[in-house]
Each structure stands twice: as structure tokens, then as C-alpha cells.
């Protein structure tokens, strides 16, 4: 049996993930438990490269549609959500934002020496995409009486961590968008929260020098001692994308063992 054919929280739900690289990915985690748990999805993918990937795995979970989108890219959105809108009958009840981007010298040197054109880079993918997306996917919710839409912070938007340099900026403006957007949908019963989440072995994470690094300081100095998982991530998105949420909106949920609550 399809596993979207299972009963559960997202049976009869629409839902539109953009930010599944391969099966590392924290939005391919979150899509296999939106399916499990009865979902139908849409998937985006960025770039020839990956496609495959993204099909193979968008296949095992029964998806009727996969498009390509740059998220810098305006005609980009505006035609994957009229194939969105055309694969799901004019609704959507669920948006996954999963996408980040900096230049890779930008995230190894000082942030004093981002140059003007790297810096709205970083901001234009990591942050700007989810204002874009909300607005095109505002019109489907409200057709659908209400939706959720989720996206995925770092604390690096909060604190100065160390080389996190451009996208920490890009995460702080990310952050503030969620705030905004969800005044702004609320009257529509979208609701609009984030994950931020501790490191994570992924695509974007594992080419970052002093990984392994970083893992062992949340290890060492977390609450629970141990670092996190793209399925413990996945729970979490489940549940703020979930009914059981409904009255939670802008805010951000950590998934990081208790790392963002220490001074030392
Ligand atoms: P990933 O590489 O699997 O996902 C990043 C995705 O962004 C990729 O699918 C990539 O194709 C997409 N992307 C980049 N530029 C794009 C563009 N111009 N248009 C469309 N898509 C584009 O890595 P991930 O770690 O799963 O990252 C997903 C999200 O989680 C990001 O927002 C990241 O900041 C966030 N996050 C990651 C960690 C971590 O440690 N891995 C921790 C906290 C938050
Ligand atoms: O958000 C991220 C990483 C996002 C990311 C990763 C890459 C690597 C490849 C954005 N752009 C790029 N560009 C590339 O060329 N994380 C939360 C993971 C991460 O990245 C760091 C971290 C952590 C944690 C970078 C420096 C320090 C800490």
C-alpha cells in the first residue's frame, strides 16, 4: 500500500516541499513522515544535478508532482504554484521551506568582508524565498479554509557563531519574516512557525570546515549531551504542521537538545 494511502494527521492533505537535496535532507525527513502520515506532496528541486534524486525519492512516497525552482526566480514560483494549484485541485493545507544558501567563501572568512552583491545572495534564497512563498501560497490555503506553513532557522540568526557570518544575518531576517507573515495570514488561518535546529550531517552541512567540531561543543556542553538527528527534526515539523498546533503560530521550536538555553 502507498504509504500517502494511510490513515493519519495528514490524510486529505495537500502539502508543497521545496529544499529536498538527497535523502540527508532535513525536508526529505519531514516529507517521509508528512507521507507516512497520509500526506499527498509536491516537491521542488534546484538544479539538473539533483533531479533524479529528488524523483527517485519524491516516487517512493507516491508524489504527483516534481518542478524545478530557483527560489530567486520569480517566474520560477509563479509557475510551480499554478502546477501546484493544478495538481491539487486550486488547494494547499501545507508548505515546507527548507532552503539556504550562501557563498561558500562567505561561510569560512570574516562576515566585515562579505561583499554588497554575496550578501543580498544569501538574504534573497535564505530569507526573501519564504515571503515569496507565503504570498503565492496564501490564495491556496485560504481556499482551503487555513494552512501551515514551516520553515527552518539555526541560532546562528540569534548569536554570532563563529564562520555562520552571512546566514546569520540571512536567519535573522528569516526569522523576523515569520513574525511578519504570520500577522498577516493569521486573519486567514495560515499559520506560520520555524524549527531551528541543531547541527545536522547534510548536503549544506558536511562540505563546512570544523563540523565534527561543532558536534562535539553540543555533545560536550548541550543539556542532553548528544547531538540531533533530521528525524527528530521531522516530529517536530509534524507536529507544528499538525492540527494539534493550530493555535501556535510565529514562533520558532528548538530541536537543538537544549544547546540554545546555555551561557557556557
Ligand atoms: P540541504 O543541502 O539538504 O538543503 C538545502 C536545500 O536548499 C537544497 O535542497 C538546495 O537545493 C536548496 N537550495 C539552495 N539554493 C537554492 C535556490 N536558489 N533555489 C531553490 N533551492 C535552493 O541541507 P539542509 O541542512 O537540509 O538544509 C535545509 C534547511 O535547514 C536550510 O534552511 C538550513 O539553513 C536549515 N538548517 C540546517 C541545519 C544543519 O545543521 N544541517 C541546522 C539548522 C537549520
Ligand atoms: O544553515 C546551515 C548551512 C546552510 C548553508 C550551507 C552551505 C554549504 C555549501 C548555506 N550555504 C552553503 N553554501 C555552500 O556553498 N546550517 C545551519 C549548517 C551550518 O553551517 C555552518 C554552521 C552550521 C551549523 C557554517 C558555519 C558555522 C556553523
Redesign the pocket.
Known amino acids: 500500500m502507498l504509504a500517502s494511502a494511510v490513515a493519519g494527521r495528514f490524510s486529505g492533505k495537500h502539502g508543497l516541499v521545496l529544499g529536498v537535496a538527497n535523502k540527508r535532507s532535513i525536508a526529505w525527513a519531514i516529507a517521509r513522515r508528512l507521507a507516512e502520515e497520509g500526506a499527498t506532496l509536491a516537491f521542488t528541486f534546484q538544479g539538473e544535478r539533483i533531479e533524479g534524486a529528488v524523483r527517485e525519492l519524491a516516487a517512493s512516497v507516491g508524489s504527483p508532482l516534481v518542478t524545478a525552482c530557483d527560489v530567486r526566480s520569480d517566474e520560477d514560483l509563479e509557475r510551480v504554484f499554478a502546477e501546484v494549484a493544478e495538481a491539487f485541485g486550486g488547494g494547499l493545507d501545507l508548505l515546507v521551506h527548507s532552503v ?5 567563501e562567505d ?1 569560512a572568512g570574516r562576515f566585515t568582508d562579505t561583499p554588497r552583491e554575496r550578501f543580498w545572495l ?1 538574504l534573497d534564497v ?1 530569507a526573501y524565498s519564504l515571503v515569496a512563498c507565503a504570498r503565492a501560497a496564501e490564495p491556496l490555503m485560504a481556499t482551503r479554509g487555513g494552512g501551515a506553513i514551516l520553515t ?1 532557522t ?1 541560532l ?1 540568526g540569534e548569536r554570532a ?5 552571512v ?1 546569520g544575518v540571512a ?1 535573522a531576517a528569516l526569522d523576523a519574516s515569520v513574525r511578519y507573515l504570520a500577522w498577516d495570514l493569521g486573519s486567514k488561518n495560515i499559520r506560520v512557525n520555524a524549527i531551528s ?4 550531517r ?4 558536511r ?2 570546515a ?2 565534527p567540531t ?1 558536534e562535539a561543543i553540543v555533545e560536550e556542553r548541550s543539556p542532553l549531551h548528544r547531538n540531533i538527528e533530521a528525524d527528530d527534526v521531522a516530529a517536530a515539523a509534524a507536529y507544528l504542521l499538525s492540527e494539534e498546533a493550530r493555535n501556535v503560530t510565529a514562533t520558532t521550536l528548538y530541536v537543538d537538545a537544549g544547546y540554545h538555553a546555555m551561557g557556557m
Open positions: 539556504a544558501f550562501a557563498a561558500a561561510l544569501a535564505s527552518m539555526y546562528g557563531v563563529p564562520r555562520y557570518n546566514m536567519k535546529a541543531g547541527p545536522v547534510t548536503l549544506a552541512a562540505s563546512i570544523g563540523f561543532m
